[in-house]
C-alpha cells in the first residue's frame, strides 16, 4: 500500500519568505508527526496529532511555526519569515498503533 | 526524559566481514526500542523493534539486535555486510503507554568497503 508522502521534496526559498510543507498519512492513521533533521542529527520531534487536534506541540521551537490538520488527514506544516537555521529536512510520520511510526521521505528546506 | 547515545559516529568495514552497531539508552520509563536506516536522500525506513518477550529480534536485510536491559543496550548486528548495506543507522526510543514522540540518537553511518 501506499506509504507517507510529503510535498514538495526540495524547497528553496529566501530569508523572511513563508513556506509550506505538506505531508500526506497512511490512509487510516489518526497520529501524525512531524520531526526536523538538522545535518549529522537524527531527527528530533516538532509536534503530534491525534485527529484534528495537535496533542503535543511541545518540540516547536519557536512561534514561526505553526501546524495544521484540519481534516485529520493531511497536515501543514507552516513556517513564517524563515532563517538561514531553518534548513534542515522535515519528516513526517504517521502511526495507526501506539508503537511504531512509519517516516515519509522528508521535504529538504533550504533557506538562502 | 528518554536519550540515546550512539557513540559511533562512522564505522567503516569490509564487505561479507561482520558489523555491530553501539546503542545506549536512559530512561526513567518503559521503552520501546527500534532501529531506523537512511538510505542516502531517503526517508527512514523500519529496521526493526522490540516492544517485548525475546530479547532477540530479527529484522529486514539480514539484521538483528538484543535487548539489554541491565546494561541499557540494543546494539545492532550483521554477520555478513553487502555494500547495499552503506547507510546511516538511527537508534530510537519510545515510551510505553499512549501515542508518543520518538527520540532518536545521533545516527552511525555504516561505510561498506568492497
Known amino acids: 500500500g501506499a506509504g507517507v508522502s510529503q510535498t514538495p521534496s526540495n524547497k528553496v526559498t529566501e530569508k523572511g519568505k513563508y513556506v509550506e510543507l505538506r505531508c500526506d498519512p497512511i490512509?487510516?492513521?489518526?497520529?501524525l508527526y512531524w520531526y526536523r533533521q538538522s545535518l549529522g542529527q537524527g531527527p528530533e520531534f516538532l509536534i503530534y496529532f491525534q485527529g484534528t487536534g495537535a496533542a503535543d506541540d511541545s518540540g516547536l521551537p519557536n512561534d514561526r511555526f505553526f501546524a495544521v490538520r484540519p481534516e485529520g488527514s493531511v497536515s501543514t506544516l507552516k513556517i513564517q519569515r524563515t532563517e538561514r537555521g531553518d534548513s534542515a529536512v522535515y519528516l513526517c510520520?504517521?502511526?495507526?498503533?501506539?508503537?511504531?511510526?512509519?517516516f515519509g521521505p522528508g521535504t529538504r528546506l533550504t533557506v538562502l | 526524559a528518554q536519550s540515546v547515545t550512539q557513540l559511533d559516529s562512522q564505522v567503516p568495514v569490509f564487505e561479507e566481514a561482520p558489523v555491530e552497531l553501539r546503542c545506549n539508552y536512559s530512561s526513567s520509563v518503559s521503552v520501546y526500542l527500534f532501529w531506523y536506516v537512511q538510505y542516502p536522500n531517503q526517508g527512514l525506513q523500519l529496521l526493526l523493534k522490540y516492544l517485548s518477550g525475546s530479547t532477540l529480534v530479527k529484522g529486514i536485510n539480514g539484521f538483528e539486535a538484543e535487548f539489554n536491559k541491565s546494561q541499557t543496550s540494543f546494539h545492532l548486528r550483521k554477520p555478513s555486510v553487502h555494500i547495499s548495506d552503506t547507510a546511516e543507522y538511527f537508534c530510537?526510543?519510545?515510551?510505553?503507554?499512549?501515542?508518543?514522540?520518538?527520540?532518536f540518537g545521533t545516527g552511525t553511518k555504516l561505510q561498506v568497503i568492497p
Open positions: 490512509s487510516g492513521h489518526t497520529a
Open positions: 510520520a504517521s502511526s495507526v498503533s501506539t508503537d511504531t511510526q512509519y
Open positions: 530510537a526510543v519510545i515510551r510505553t503507554g499512549g501515542y508518543q514522540k520518538v527520540t
